[in-house]
T-cell receptor, first 112, second 113 residues
Framework: GENVEQHPSTLSVQEGDSAVIKCTYS??????FPWYKQELGKRPQLIID?????GEKKDQRIAVTLNKTAKHFSLHITETQPEDSAVYFC???????????FGTGTRLKVLA | KAGVTQTPRYLIKTRGQQVTLSCSPI?????VSWYQQTPGQGLQFLFE???????NKGNFPGRFSGRQFSNSRSEMNVSTLELGDSALYLC????????????FGPGTRLTVT
């Protein structure tokens, strides 16, 4: 079955700097990779996703890249702001069970 | 479209009691998944229902059970509550296919005393 590993578990950056969070997956047939942001006390929110027929996707300051050969995908946040501080989760869908497999989360702190 | 809703939002129960949580998915969504989240922890998968059938199950004891109705609304039941069951219980809905966006509800915060 699918397994997702996420690194780092915590990340502190200065406001205005970039942040990168990386995830690896094991199921080579997985073809959908979403990212969620969870602010303190709130629900996880889908912020961006990528499908396997695309190598990169951007939405303003957020981008996701996918390397299917290496089986890893990354979230890139540029020009970080204090409101980017949250826990970020990556996920992949197991191709056999259709089950969402989440990474363990990255706590991002943007220091003003 | 209305988002995923969960009721109740907060619940306080005593050890040994049982509890039922409810989740109403986005209209048209046939899949509902349940997750447990404890402070500082990730998303622990409980189970997923698709078209009234349990499609996936996590590694939780049999005290945790669920069901889904014909209108896709889902309930989760926890019997014989333990202190360790105190957590935020999140449900998420999706269309159910292989490349599906999943949206979370606000969660039910359960406190067991």
């Amino acid at each position: 079955g699918e397994n997702v590993e996420q690194h780092p578990s915590t990340l502190s950056v200065q406001e205005g700097d970039s942040a990168v969070i990386k995830c690896t997956y094991s199921d080579s047939a997985s073809n959908y990779f979403p990212w969620y942001k969870q602010e303190l006390g709130k629900r996880p929110q889908l912020i961006i996703d990528i499908r396997s027929n695309v190598g990169e996707k951007k939405d303003q300051r957020i981008a996701v890249t996918l390397n299917k050969t290496a089986k890893h995908f990354s979230l890139h946040i540029t020009e970080t702001q204090p409101e980017d501080s949250a826990v970020y989760f990556c996920a992949a869908i197991d191709s056999g069970t259709y089950k969402y497999i989440f990474g363990t989360g990255t706590r991002l702190k943007v220091l003003a | 479209k209305a988002g995923v809703t969960q009721t109740p939002r907060y619940l306080i129960k005593t050890r040994g009691q049982q509890v039922t949580l409810s989740c109403s998915p986005i209209s048209g969504h046939r899949s509902v998944s349940w997750y447990q989240q404890t402070p500082g922890q990730g998303l622990q998968f409980l189970f997923e229902y698709f078209s009234e059938t349990q499609r996936n199950k996590g590694n939780f004891p049999g005290r945790f059970s669920g069901r889904q109705f014909s209108n896709s609304r889902s309930e989760m039941n926890v019997s014989t509550l333990e202190l360790g069951d105190s957590a935020l219980y999140l449900c998420a809905s999706s269309l159910g296919g292989r490349e599906r966006e999943q949206y979370f509800g606000p969660g039910t915060r359960l406190t067991v005393t």
